[in-house]
Nanobody, 115 residues
Framework: QVQLVESGGGLVQAGGSLRLSCEAS????????MGWYRQAPGKQRELVAA???????NYVDSVKGRFTISTDNAKNTVHLQMNSLKPEDTAVYYC?????????WGQGTQVTVSS
């Protein structure tokens, strides 16, 4: 069974930065996309950023220019560098990896941005 282990969440003031990381417990073959989702209280989970095996990037409009997603494919890891954080970025952030029809999820890490 593959587990995605996230790290790097926490409490930060508005304007600050955090770096989230996610590593698979073992090598996942045939990954086509890795990404980060977030879910704020009372809201649906939304895609924040994703990167395909071919290097294509996708960001939700609200984080463009502030967040950067990157991967280390050899280690099946994905990172999310979050700069210029805003209170509205407060949410639980989930790592996701898609390999064919299989979707893997991390347990979530809390990011809280104080005003």
């Amino acid at each position: 069974q593959v587990q995605l282990v996230e790290s790097g969440g926490g409490l930060v003031q508005a304007g600050g930065s955090l770096r989230l990381s996610c590593e698979a417990s073992r090598i996942i073959f045939s990954i086509n996309t890795m990404g980060w989702y977030r879910q704020a209280p009372g809201k649906q989970r939304e895609l924040v950023a994703a990167i395909t095996s071919g290097g294509s990037l996708n960001y939700v409009d609200s984080v463009k220019g502030r967040f950067t997603i990157s991967t280390d494919n050899a280690k099946n890891t994905v990172h999310l560098q979050m700069n210029s954080l805003k209170p509205e970025d407060t949410a639980v952030y989930y790592c996701n990896a898609k390999a064919g029809l299989i979707s893997y999820w991390g347990q979530g890490t809390q990011v809280t941005v104080s005003s």
